[in-house]
């Protein structure tokens, strides 16, 4: 079974720090994509950053980047100078190339307080 | 990007009545969508896969009778709950997806539909 898991349910930290947050997954699969999505208090789901399992580059989207270790199936999301705006969910999602349903597995999330 | 909408966002419905939600892509066609119910603090659970034009897939447990999805376009999946209970008040969330290299998805989501069932 393919499971994906957050093992860190809170984190904060100061407005203008960095934090990194952890996703470990499991998956018989070697191509796939792996996801990182923010949901804040408006619980709008906003997808943050995307990673293709073959792509050796962390993938990079302006404050947000990953550490992507694909032998040890290790995800995490490190968010650089964090604002206010940044508190949210965070999950981390999982889905396989050719996918016959293409539906995302997610983690249980983790709550995310940036403090001024 | 992409963008989801969903109607209503709010819903207030009487025990035994049934009420829809709309979920639509406004700028691309989707033929696969997405139903999630999310409790408070808690992830996301899927509840069934949408493909247009056909029946729906739904997951383990989650009953069909009472969740009825209709796909009738690319562009629009309805979710039905029949016969509402005060346990089927929720935040449902729905998604379109849109395709990825090597036959996977990425999923661009709605705002979702806070639903009271007194």
């Known amino acids: 079974a393919q499971t994906v898991t957050q093992s860190q349910p809170e984190m904060s930290v100061q407005e203008a720090e960095t934090v990194t947050l952890s996703c470990t997954y499991d998956t018989s699969e070697n191509n796939y994509y792996l996801f990182w999505y923010k949901q804040p208090p408006s619980r709008q789901m906003i997808l943050v950053i995307r990673?293709?399992?073959?792509?050796?580059q962390n993938a990079t989207e302006n404050r947000f980047s990953v550490n992507f270790q694909k032998a040890a199936k290790s995800f995490s999301l490190k968010i650089s100078d964090s604002q206010l705006g940044d508190t949210a969910m965070y999950f981390c999602a999982f889905t396989p190339y050719g996918g016959s349903q293409g539906n995302l597995i997610f983690g249980k999330g983790t709550k995310l307080s940036v403090k001024p | 990007g992409a963008v989801v909408s969903q109607h209503p966002s709010w819903v207030i419905c009487k025990s035994g009545t049934s009420v829809k939600i709309e979920c639509r892509s406004l700028d691309f066609q989707a033929t696969t969508m997405f139903w999630y119910r999310q409790f408070p603090k808690q992830s996301l659970m899927l509840m069934a896969t949408s493909n247009e034009g056909s029946k729906a897939t739904y997951e383990q447990g989650v009953e069909k009778d009472k969740f009825l999805i209709n796909h009738a376009s690319l562009t629009l999946s309805t979710l039905t709950v029949t016969s509402a209970h005060p346990e089927d008040s929720s935040f449902y969330i729905c998604s379109a997806a849109a395709g990825l290299a090597g036959g996977a998805y990425e999923q661009y989501f709605g705002p979702g539909t806070r639903l009271t069932v007194t």
């Open positions: 990673q293709e399992a073959y792509k050796q």
